[in-house]
């Protein structure tokens, strides 16, 4: 596995802090890192060995519970099954 060291830009580290505040559990850096360059090779038609083309299904975390409430994750997933 290759490693890479990336810099951010300020704005861009705004976003990702907020969307790592509106999450209950948010990902790792690595992992949303890892799905953004997924995302990004896809959408131009390389996606990764055994992965669809960007928008053939949802990402990983598109169907996961995101925004803090009053309900835990384990209520919002029993709630889904419904």
């Not at 559990?25 to 953004?36: E, I, R, T």
């Not at 995101?66 to 099954?81: P, Q, S």
Request: charged content about 30%; aromatic content about 6%.
């Amino acid at each position: 596995m290759r490693r890479a060291t990336v810099t951010i830009p300020d704005g861009l580290e705004k976003a990702l802090d907020s969307y790592a505040r509106d999450l209950e559990f948010p990902p790792s850096l690595a992992a949303v890192m890892q799905a953004a360059l997924k995302e990004y090779l896809s959408r131009r038609g390389y996606p990764a060995p055994g992965e669809p083309v960007a928008g053939e299904r949802p990402t990983v975390y598109e169907d996961a519970p995101t925004l803090r409430g009053n309900k835990t994750a384990a209520e919002m997933v029993i709630e889904d099954r419904r």
